[in-house]
């Protein structure tokens, strides 16, 4: 008994050794610094919270697999932007350039109506190991380096009536409209209703009246082909004329009814047309080459390791 005993006492604090060591072990390489940056460090935390930070922000919008793989992909550039980030903000620190709390809840505020609700938006910080006082940290860290950029670089962009016509010119093959139908649809859950409703249609009597009468809703869009639409539906809009009305057709465990209205023929843009899609381009293009421009000059003039 006395020597069960004795092992017992040996094991306890043995254990607690393992555990000891183990926690610290996980401490030291959440701690660890990947690498440097002037005068600041970059953990393994930050750029663990970073990976999250953007996880919680493309959560958004993507979901399971779609946003696993959007994460994967950034994963491999995310030190690098971590370390650009850096540079960018500590310009704008230099600046003395400061954000209003007012402007981090508003984003904030943002994140929540696209997460759901703020259950959701809790829920989901949990589940990227973040408290809220670190995403307004980050919110108002992107804030400042999306001031200092536009400072720097975005102020400072001209793009002149001459440049967009130069490039409506030597482009203007690129620059055609697909044939483009406005339409209506309803929805109808019983076949039945949906042939009734069809044969009164076909009756020629009015598209709206019919659509009143069943206390149905109409719902207009305006496609192209080139949009990816679901294929059962434009096997049905781009078959019909103008004026046309379809039999129901069934998708999933509802019935819909098509009208086409109008018809608008393929053709070229003018430069009118395009103009503010070529400014647009031409805008992102300098942007993106005077950032990268900038940021490389940063990286020459500053001590930059990555261990």
Known sequence: MRTKNMWIKICIPAALIFIFIIGTVFSF???????????????QKDLNDFINFMRMQVSAESKGIDLENKIQSMKLNLLQKLIED???????????????QDRVKERIDDIKKKVGSDMEFQRSLKQQGLAQVDL??????????????????????IITPFEVTDFYEKNKKEFNSPEQRDFASITIE????????YSQLNAWQSFEQVVKKYGLEINKFTISMEEGIKKEIADVIFKL??????????IGDLFYIFKVYNITPPHALSLVEAQETIHNFLFEKKMQER????????????YIKIL
């Open 29 to 43: 390489a959440q701690d660890s610094v990947v690498a440097i940056v002037n005068n600041d460090v970059i953990t």
């Open 86 to 100: 850096r540079l960018i903000l500590q310009e704008a620190k230099n600046l003395k350039m400061e954000i209003g």
């Open 136 to 157: 307004e940290s980050k919110i108002k860290d992107q804030l400042l380096m999306y001031n200092i950029i536009d400072y720097k670089i975005r102020s400072k962009i």
């Open 190 to 197: 019983d076949e039945k209703i949906a042939n009734q409703v």
């Open 241 to 250: 004329n103008a004026g046309e009305t379809s039999k129901p057709v069934k």
């Open 291 to 302: 950032l990268t421009k900038w940021l490389n000059e940063l990286k020459k003039s500053s």
